[in-house]
């Protein structure tokens, strides 16, 4: 029967996969941490753009019935 230390000899925990990427995949990560903050502005800043827009329709059809 063999040690359990000879049973983990050729597993890997993937730290020699961090050292060995690509030039292009460095690249990519780096914009990808630059883009998540915009995925997260973007929706927000729509989302408050449609509310004021609904707001200016539904109060421009107020007014626009009123009979003076």
Known sequence: MS???N???GLSDGSDMINKKTTLER???N???TI?????IVPIA??????IILI????Q?????KIN
């Not at 998540?36 to 997260?40: G, L, M, W």
């Not at 729509?46 to 509310?51: A, D, P, R, V, Y």
């Open 27 to 29: 690249k990519l990560d």
């Open 46 to 51: 729509i989302l408050i753009i449609q509310s």
């Open 61 to 65: 059809g107020e007014s626009n019935g």
């Open 36 to 40: 998540e903050p915009i995925r997260t």
């Open 56 to 59: 200016k329709l539904f109060n």
């Open 7 to 9: 049973l983990f000899d």
């Open 31 to 33: 914009i990808n941490h």
């Open 3 to 5: 040690s359990p230390s």
